[in-house]
């Protein structure tokens, strides 16, 4: 059984992301003063005497609104009310009670979950604020004082969600499992994969771009295995992006990444591949992630017997830098070749985890060798005295040879694809580390 899990709800801008990074411990969700900045539901963990706790971040709940994202946004609130073992409700003692929390009050008594009611704002120390006895109008039982920016009343706060929790169970500690980023260009399809892998309307999706804006993390389980999947933000070039909120999404995309084992990139086969799509795939590459290229919107496209392989070359040519990335043409909407996208992601994995033994990898480098002479320049030859594994994700290698400048990068390449084809090290990038070292003779 999973671990226990509290929704925080609440309407626009009561401090609910704020309050779920204190209690995380980290800036997972982006914090804004613009009403309306977190919109799916975000995921984060916190321990709370000795027993771990899934916390569910959502947008602000409009109950009336008929604005597209913000009716979605209502739909994420409930999906994380329906799910969850408690319900933190989010209010503000500064504006008081308003129409809308007594809307939001009334949705949740509906839903006969647990609720612990949070007034939070409350900043200032001794004495609440006369507004503060407003809220025990909402009928939810005795209001907890917090300050989610300074961090006031956060341990009351979990002490009253702490004796609502279910009983504890074994195997609550259960593991993410393979960690894979989806990233790309907004627009290119990113929600719609990770709703159509989980059967669930997980993350918000619209034609409008940037309707996606933190990193999102579901963990599924399939005949493959477990994954944690993270839907993030579509990266757009620096110059344009203006928009403070949007400027944050960029940067917990890469972060995404940084935390990520795996890389899927999406590219949208009805625009085509950009200048952007490389720079987006060169930050994986450069993060030593294994990566997979996942071309997107497949069955939007006029084919015929011979598109696939034109455009196969076109991503060839254009991603010539990590030939090591496999290719899958997918169709979110439809679920086409998503079995295949996860075959690669195991094979991408287990490449990126792989360890040779010495005596394997300069069985290897002999036989290269002497297939292909090491270069010469002036007289002087390359010699190469031995090779070893340093590490893994990325595999790397460090060469102990007589001269640096001698071995050339062309010569390193050979190498590389001699030790990808032996091995089967698909999916990943391969570092080398280059060691001078006299030859003693």
């Known amino acids: 059984m999973a671990n226990p899990v509290v929704a925080i709800v609440g309407r626009p801008n009561v401090g609910k992301s704020t309050l779920f990074n204190k209690l995380v411990g980290q800036r997972i969700a982006i914090v804004d003063d613009t009403p309306g900045v977190t919109r799916d539901r975000i995921f984060g963990q916190c321990e709370w005497k000795n027993r771990k706790i899934s916390l569910v971040d959502t947008g602000g709940i409009e109950p009336y609104s008929e604005d597209v994202i913000l009716r979605q946004m209502r739909r994420q609130a409930e999906l994380a009310i329906d799910a969850a073992d408690v319900i933190i409700l989010v209010t503000d003692v500064k504006s008081g009670v308003v129409a809308t929390d007594e809307e939001v009050a009334q949705m949740l008594r509906k839903s006969s979950r647990p609720v612990v009611l949070c007034v939070n704002k409350c900043d200032r120390v001794g004495d609440p604020d006369p507004s503060f006895y407003e809220f025990y109008n909402l009928g939810l039982g005795e209001p907890i004082q917090v300050s989610s920016v300074h961090g006031h009343g956060t341990g009351d706060l979990l002490d009253a969600v702490y004796e609502l929790l279910p009983e504890q ?11 894979v980023a989806i990233i790309g260009r907004p627009n290119a399809g990113k929600s719609s994969l990770v709703n159509k892998i989980t059967g669930e309307n997980r993350c918000i999706v619209s034609d409008i771009a940037g309707t996606t804006r933190d990193s999102i ?60 799509d490389t720079r987006i795939a060169g930050l994986a590459h450069e993060s030593g992630k294994a990566c997979i290229i996942a071309v997107n919107k497949w069955d939007a496209i006029e084919k015929n017997d011979k598109t696939m392989n034109e455009y196969r070359k076109k991503l060839e040519t254009d991603f010539a830098y990590m030939s090591y990335a496999p290719f899958v043409f997918i169709s979110a909407k439809t679920g086409q070749r998503i079995d295949r996208l996860f075959e690669l992601i195991m094979m991408a994995v287990n490449s990126a985890a792989m360890r040779i033994t010495t005596g394997m990898l300069n069985d290897l480098l002999a036989d290269a060798v002497a297939r292909v002479q090491p270069p010469t320049d002036k007289g002087r030859r390359l010699k190469i005295m031995y090779v070893t594994q340093a590490s893994v994700k990325p595999p790397t290698f460090v060469f102990f040879v007589n001269s640096a400048e001698l071995f050339h990068f062309s010569y390193q390449r050979y190498l590389e694809n001699r030790i990808r084809e032996t091995f089967g090290m698909q999916g990943t990038p391969i570092r080398f580390i280059v060691r001078e070292r006299e030859d003693k003779k």
């Open 217 to 276: 993390d579901t963990v599924i389980e399939n005949k493959y295995g477990r994954f944690c999947l993270t839907d993030t933000a579509g990266i757009r070039r620096s110059r344009k992006i203006e928009d403070e909120v949007e400027k944050y999404s960029v940067i917990r995309a890469k972060m995404a990444i940084e935390r990520s084992d795996v890389c899927v990139i999406m590219i949208d086969a009805q625009a085509g591949i950009t200048e952007q």
């Open 169 to 179: 169970t074994d195997g609550e500690d259960a593991d993410e499992g393979v960690r």
